[in-house]
Nanobody
Framework: QVQLVESGGGLVQAGGSLRLSCAAS????????VGWFRQAPGKEREFVAT???????YYADFVKGRFTISRDNAKNTVYLQMNSLKPEDTAVYYC?????????????????WGQGTQVTVSS
């Protein structure tokens, strides 16, 4: 069993930056693929970024060049560095872990989810 706890969300002006963290429990977390998803009010949850066990990464087109996913296996923590934030990035951001090692954009494949952290970008 893996538990995920996100932090780092908040209110930021457009053009600003935030770094989200996702702390994980579990000795085998380093073997999992990890991902970030988000859900804005009235919208479905959508893929943001993913990182596989071997380091492969994929990003949604709308965050390419602005967001970076990384992980520190020694700390059992996944990060999402978000730069050049836009008001349309406002959402609850969730981290997720997939017991399979390959990075995936498909939320249905993820086995564990955090509770989410709110990111609000003002114009």
């Amino acid at each position: 069993q893996v538990q995920l706890v996100e932090s780092g969300g908040g209110l930021v002006q457009a053009g600003g930056s935030l770094r989200l963290s996702c702390a994980a429990s579990g000795r085998t977390f380093s073997l999992y693929a990890v991902g970030w998803f988000r859900q804005a009010p009235g919208k479905e949850r959508e893929f943001v970024a993913t990182r596989g066990r071997t380091g492969s990464t994929y990003y949604a087109d709308f965050v390419k060049g602005r967001f970076t996913i990384s992980r520190d296996n020694a700390k059992n923590t996944v990060y999402l560095q978000m730069n050049s934030l836009k008001p349309e990035d406002t959402a609850v951001y969730y981290c997720a872990a997939d017991q399979a090692p390959a990075a995936s954009r498909n939320a249905a494949l993820y086995d564990y989810w955090g509770q989410g952290t709110q990111v609000t970008v003002s114009s």
